[in-house]
């Protein structure tokens, strides 16, 4: 099964994005800051990790250094999930070195699919686990 991180520190956003990603068919860790979410990226392995920009202990772009920066996770998709407006979200996800990013709030009628897209750009999904490439 596709395992999720979500780095997101207000608990409603947090749970909301894990219900609809568990609803989708998809294994979903969380982690409420960059600290605890660095550790459960270490250990976990996700396929993917979801980035709030605006964590209380450490900001998105400290947070995307290290995992773009250790060798171990370098190559997991990492995108930004983020209230920015879009044009500002673009520029600094890429900055930090972001896959991507979503505005939020997110669409939980459309998410599920939208992160079966993306990691299906990126050959993250496993079909004989559950997952969709479509």
Avoid: N
């Avoid at 207000?10 to 068919?25: M, P």
């Avoid at 982690?31 to 979410?37: C, M, R």
């Avoid at 605006?54 to 250094?65: C, F, H, R």
């Amino acid at each position: 099964m596709t395992k999720i991180l979500i780095m997101e520190d207000d608990a409603h956003q947090r749970r909301l994005i894990q219900r609809v990603l568990e609803h989708g068919g998809f294994e979903v860790v969380a982690a409420p800051d960059g600290e605890s979410g660095l550790r459960i990226a270490l250990s976990a392995k996700p396929d993917l990790i979801l980035l709030d920009m605006g964590l209380p202990d450490m900001d998105g772009q400290t947070v995307a250094g290290l995992i773009k920066g250790s060798t171990f996770l370098a190559d997991t998709p990492l995108v930004a999930v983020t209230a920015w407006p879009r044009d500002v979200a673009a520029e600094m996800a890429a900055a930090y070195g972001c896959d991507g990013y979503f505005s939020k709030p997110i669409s939980a009628r459309r998410f599920a699919d939208q992160i079966r897209d993306l990691l299906a750009e990126y050959g993250s999904t496993r079909p004989e686990d559950g997952g969709s490439t479509h």
